[in-house]
């Protein structure tokens, strides 16, 4: 039977891990609104940035531009969104399996990979992949400028004619206990819906409509990144809030269960003493 | 459009990716086109720009007011403006320290570049830094 100083201390330390967890999950609720509202506030942008290339692309010819020509070569870029840190249940594990699977449906292609987030580049480094970039501790300031860099270095990439097609492979934020692994191509850019009815005006365009069209690609790529990020940093916030949630109850479950045990070991103690005093009161 | 339906206000809202700037009813914009600055008054032609790095001032009940944005584009219809920048501040919340930092930083990249490559990206660093610098003294004026 063990020592009730022992049990004790166990609890301590399962009470400790409790408050620790607890305090996790909190600081993940408030990231998780701070996520959700930047998720939001893109909205706008991104829907007006469609609503006005989709108009455009009626007006421009976009046959003829290079990020919308579809190549007939076998080399794929895999961009792989996972978290930087870790504690967050199956969220980069939900990633890496994917990727892996995907890697594995393209096997015969010639394929190169961009790692965005500390735990995607510790999982694909140590294998046999050809690492085209990385991008690591993104998340923890979530900024514009970043999504703008990775989609500068892609379509550079891309332009140059090294790589035929871009893939995004990211958690998509269904809901706050529920990750999608989502395998989204990105470049060449599928097709747009040459509509000139989503806009009633003919506007006047200030330089001519291929010149607006031809600089607002470059950025519809930009908002693709970005969208893809917060819905990351969004569902990452999700996973780990639930997992620590999961942590906490079973921590307290577990101090429950010590607890009783600790009061029956306490018990068989005192009742194992009466018997000594009063075996020993009858010997005599 | 007959005089009658002219609209006497504009709605302005100026969207960055990170999220609304501003949104209000407004007298005039002025805005940094790309090819230059254009004024708007209420009632302009429908007219698609895209946008260069500078000032955006919007005059409400006689005060103007400056925010400073850069690249994306620019749609106005005749009783709105809807501004689709990249990045942009209103001059308010401009921290000018932060700006005269980034200036200084920009300037010695400058220096630092020796090829095309990086120049592009070095200059334009600069020009942000020097047009938040500059809208920073609207506060005073």
């Known amino acids: ?284 | 459009m007959s005089e009658a339906k002219l609209p006497r206000k504009l709605l302005l809202e100026v969207v960055t990716p990170e999220g609304l700037l501003m949104r209000d009813e407004v007298d005039d914009v002025v805005v940094p086109g790309a090819l230059g600055y254009f004024g708007v008054l209420p009632g302009h032609a429908p007219f698609l720009s895209a946008l260069g790095m500078g000032e955006i001032s919007y005059g409400k009940q006689g005060a103007r007011r400056y925010l400073t944005c850069c690249a994306g584009f620019c749609e106005v219809l005749p009783d709105r403006v809807n501004i689709l920048a990249e990045a942009g501040e209103r001059v308010e919340d401009i921290d000018a320290a932060h700006v005269e930092e980034a200036r200084a930083r920009a300037v010695e990249r400058l220096k630092a570049v020796r090829d095309e490559e990086g120049y592009e990206e070095a200059s334009q660093a600069y020009r942000a830094a020097v047009t938040g610098k500059a809208a920073t003294r609207r506060r005073r004026g």
């Open chain 1, 1 to 284: 039977m063990p020592a009730l100083i022992d049990i004790r201390r166990r609890i301590r330390s399962v009470r400790n891990t409790e408050q620790i967890t607890k305090a996790m999950k909190m600081v993940s609720a408030a990231k998780l609104r701070r996520a959700q509202e930047s998720m939001f506030a893109a909205r706008p942008y991104a829907r007006k940035m469609m609503e006005v290339l989709n108009s455009l692309a009626a007006r421009a010819d976009p046959a003829g531009h290079p990020l919308l020509a579809e190549r007939a070569g076998d080399r794929l870029l895999i961009v792989i969104i996972t978290a930087d840190k870790g504690l967050c249940g199956g969220f980069n594990a939900a990633i890496v399996r994917a990727a892996t699977e995907f890697l594995g449906e393209q096997r015969e292609r010639d394929i190169a990979l961009t790692l965005v987030g500390r735990k995607g580049r510790e999982h694909f480094r140590r294998r046999d992949h050809e690492i085209r970039s990385e991008h690591v501790g993104l998340f923890q300031k979530l900024q514009y400028a970043s999504a703008r860099r990775i989609a500068a270095e892609l379509i550079e990439i891309y332009t140059r004619g090294e790589i035929d097609q871009v893939f995004l492979v990211f958690n998509e934020f269904k809901t706050v206990i529920q990750q999608r692994v989502v395998v989204e191509r990105l470049l060449p850019i599928e097709k747009l819906t040459p509509t000139g009815v989503t806009s009633p005006f003919d506007y006047v365009y200030e330089p001519e409509p291929g010149a607006i069209f031809d600089r607002l690609l470059p950025k519809y790529v930009e908002i693709q990144v970005w969208h893809a990020l917060l819905e990351s940093a969004a569902a990452e916030h999700g996973a780990r809030m639930s997992a620590m949630d999961a942590a906490t109850n079973n921590a307290g479950e577990m101090i429950d269960r010590l607890t009783l045990y600790m009061n029956k070991v306490r018990q068989a103690a005192i009742t194992k003493e009466i018997i000594e005093v009063v075996s020993g009161a009858g010997g005599d």
